[in-house]
T-cell receptor, first 113, second 112 residues
């Protein structure tokens, strides 16, 4: 079945450091890809998405590019802030029928001042 | 903004009790979902519904049931709660498959 693999955390960075969180997927077709973020004590919020190969999703300084050839959707940010500390989930959804989201296990990011 | 509201943020119940978790969305979305979130396991889909009175099993439906009598409300039912159902439960909704899911803030359920 479809699956998403993302790097285990926690990822610990100092403020203004460069962030990469790796995400790869396995799917039988061509899914849409998403990054969700969960701040402490809250539900998940959509951070960015890409619906086809070579699309780049971006939001709040975060970026991810849909790479079909490597089946990847890595999350990057050039300069993290303490307020970016959260759990990040990579997810996919097939673009057909009553499809559902398949999530990775989540990566916790801790940013220190 | 879409609002997905879960009735309780924290809930403590006893083993064997019948437990109801309620979720309401205010944007007339057709599709609604229940997930549980556990450390190291991420989010796992329990049940979803794509219309009133319709339901589909997700990846881990055992020990749960659901009810969708009205479009805006999707209830998760633990028929006889057990300690291994202690978890964070998240409800979500979406309108169309090319739109993002919107999540509630979660219910942290403890079964003693």
């Amino acid at each position: 079945g479809d699956s998403v693999t993302q790097m285990e955390g926690p990822v610990t960075l100092s403020e203004e450091a460069f962030l990469t969180i790796n995400c790869t997927y396995t799917a039988t077709g061509y899914p849409s890809l998403f990054w969700y973020v969960q701040y402490p004590g809250e539900g998940l919020q959509l951070l960015l998405k890409a619906t086809k190969a070579d699309d780049k999703g971006s939001n709040k300084g975060f970026e991810a590019t849909y790479r079909k050839e490597t089946t990847s959707f890595h999350l990057e940010k050039g300069s993290v802030q303490v307020s970016d500390s959260a759990v990040y989930f990579c997810a996919l959804r097939m673009n057909s029928g009553y499809s559902t989201l398949t999530f990775g296990k989540g990566t916790m990011l801790l940013v220190s001042p | 903004d879409v609002k997905v509201t879960q009735s309780s943020r924290y809930l403590v119940k006893r083993t064997g009790e019948k437990v109801f978790l309620e979720c309401v969305q205010d944007m007339d979305h057709e599709n609604m979902f229940w997930y549980r979130q556990d450390p190291g396991l991420g989010l796992r889909l329990i049940y979803f519904s794509y219309d009133v009175k319709m339901k589909e099993k997700g990846d881990i439906p055992e020990g749960y049931s659901v009810s969708r009598e009205k479009k805006e409300r999707f209830s998760l039912i633990l028929e006889s709660a057990s300690t291994n159902q202690t978890s964070m439960y998240l409800c979500a909704s979406w309108a169309l498959s090319n739109q993002p899911q919107h999540f509630g803030d979660g219910t942290r359920l403890s079964i003693l």
